[in-house]
């Protein structure tokens, strides 16, 4: 029997994703993550935007295209918040939301809908043991936040931590040369009272490199870092949530921190990790927002001087406390979109400049016209000719290239 699972949105519906596959091998399954012609479909929705929700919904015509007699199951947050669109489709799929996840391979034979209430306490899916070079660890689910242009609270629920051990053990069984540990609100994990920095430091015998997943700036203190530094093979690249410069849009989004709060984070990443990459998610147009604060958004990016920025268009969530907002006109949102695509190419022109000369760790995941294609530990995207054989690599950065930089193997930088 061949199954697909196939995954939309975040890196934690990767991890989960990850863990559904295991469980079909388990089974006897042929599985695969691409759409393509299967007996079986597992699809993983996102409903962070509303464009997430609507490909998530058109997956199902896809699949018919593919096997109109396919089982087709549906999981995840776009199913947990409106399961009626999907079962509008046909009555012979299988709808789930976002928890149970642990119990969908007992499920392949039903139908209709199946969303199981909040669970208070984490969920355990089965093991995992990648064969990639990069394994997505989760270690948290849930958030606590409820910024006010967020959906995702009221799908996944409130913040619940995983058992540091069983993290230790997935990270170990993975046999992945870097592990990214990653969660909902990564910078909540808190179990039985031990906080991220606690369990980071519960990682250090390690011989893996440990990358985190994105963290809210909040989390960035010296105690942090040092956990951070005393792993060993750390990888310093940090993605802190911005969304806005502007302090009067941070109040409306309601993110408990100041722009220059966020600025003084920053500036100790960078006393503990100079040549860390620092990147960020921005959101153009929120309902409140003035020129004037997308002018401030513009300082403070120029003021952190990001490696990286993930710029997209605010989408109203209804169920949210901004979706009662006013919403600005699709163009001004459009236009404020383009400035800060503008700034991104700006951002990543000067992070290659700055790294170029420079030796760098380098991780090859994928061939790519010749190249070995895949990240340095602060991550660059770097494409490398003449790698032999896989893992860690020293490389030294000779210049622009694509999305990232071209770089040599240092043994071969004078052949």
């Known amino acids: 029997m061949k199954a697909v699972v196939f995954t939309l949105g975040c890196k934690v519906n990767d991890c989960e994703s990850e863990a559904l596959i295991a469980g079909l091998n388990a089974r006897g399954y042929e599985?695969?993550?691409?759409?393509?012609?299967?007996?079986?479909?597992?699809?993983?929705?996102?409903?962070?935007?509303?464009?997430?929700?609507?490909?998530?919904?058109?997956?199902?015509?896809?699949?018919?295209?593919?096997?109109?007699?396919?089982?087709?199951?549906?999981?995840?947050?776009?199913?947990?918040?409106?399961?009626?669109?999907?079962?509008?489709?046909?009555?012979?799929?299988?709808?789930?939301?976002?928890?149970?996840?642990?119990?969908?391979?007992?499920?392949?034979?039903?139908?209709?809908?199946?969303?199981?209430?909040?669970?208070?306490?984490?969920?355990?899916?089965?093991?995992?043991?990648?064969?990639?070079?990069?394994?997505?660890?989760?270690?948290?689910?849930?958030?606590?936040?409820?910024?006010?242009?967020?959906?995702?609270?009221?799908?996944?629920?409130?913040?619940?931590?995983?058992?540091?051990?069983?993290?230790?053990?997935?990270?170990?069984?993975?046999?992945?040369?870097?592990?990214?540990?990653?969660?909902?609100?990564?910078?909540?994990?808190?179990?039985?009272?031990?906080?991220?920095?606690?369990?980071?430091?519960?990682?250090?015998?390690?011989?893996?490199?440990?990358?985190?997943?994105?963290?809210?700036?909040?989390?960035?203190?010296?105690?942090?870092?040092?956990?951070?530094?005393?792993?060993?093979?750390?990888?310093?690249?940090?993605?802190?949530?911005?969304?806005?410069?502007?302090?009067?849009?941070?109040?409306?989004?309601?993110?408990?921190?100041?722009?220059?709060?966020?600025?003084?984070?920053?500036?100790?990443i960078k006393e503990y990790f100079p040549h860390a990459g620092v990147t960020t998610d921005v959101i153009a147009g929120f309902p409140t927002e003035t020129d004037g604060d997308f002018i401030e958004t513009l300082r403070v990016i120029d003021a952190v001087g990001f490696t990286d920025i993930h710029p997209f268009i605010y989408s109203p969530r209804s169920g949210t406390v901004a979706y009662k907002m006013k919403d600005l006109p699709y163009g001004i949102k459009k236009a404020r979109l383009d400035k800060l695509l503008e700034k991104k190419e700006q951002l990543k022109k000067a992070f290659v400049a700055r790294e170029t000369g420079r030796v760098l760790s380098f991780l090859p995941e994928e061939e790519k016209d010749g190249f070995a294609v895949g990240y340095s530990e602060n991550y660059l995207r770097l494409y490398v000719k003449n790698c032999a054989g896989k893992g860690l690599i020293k490389v030294r950065v000779t210049g622009a290239y694509k999305d990232g930089a071209v770089a040599v193997p240092v043994e071969n930088e004078n052949n």
């Open 31 to 268: 599985v695969s993550d691409k759409l393509e012609k299967a007996d079986l479909y597992i699809v993983n929705t996102c409903a962070v935007t509303a464009e997430a929700e609507k490909k998530s919904r058109q997956t199902a015509s896809r699949i018919k295209r593919l096997n109109p007699c396919a089982k087709i199951i549906f999981t995840g947050c776009a199913a947990e918040k409106n399961p009626e669109s999907f079962l509008s489709k046909s009555d012979k799929y299988l709808v789930t939301g976002v928890f149970g996840k642990n119990r969908i391979l007992d499920m392949i034979d039903e139908c209709g809908e199946k969303v199981f209430p909040h669970d208070a306490v984490y969920e355990e899916l089965p093991p995992v043991k990648s064969l990639k070079t990069r394994a997505f660890v989760k270690v948290q689910d849930g958030c606590d936040n409820f910024c006010s242009y967020c959906i995702i609270p009221y799908l996944r629920g409130r913040s619940r931590s995983r058992d540091p051990e069983k993290i230790k053990e997935e990270i170990l069984a993975a046999n992945a040369l870097e592990a990214v540990v990653t969660g909902i609100d990564l910078s909540d994990y808190n179990y039985n009272g031990l906080t991220l920095d606690g369990l980071i430091t519960r990682l250090k015998t390690l011989e893996t490199r440990i990358r985190l997943g994105s963290l809210e700036a909040r989390v960035i203190t010296e105690k942090f870092l040092e956990a951070c530094k005393s792993l060993n093979d750390f990888a310093p690249h940090f993605h802190l949530s911005l969304q806005s410069g502007s302090d009067a849009v941070l109040k409306k989004m309601n993110r408990h921190y100041t722009a220059a709060e966020f600025i003084e984070k920053t500036r100790l």
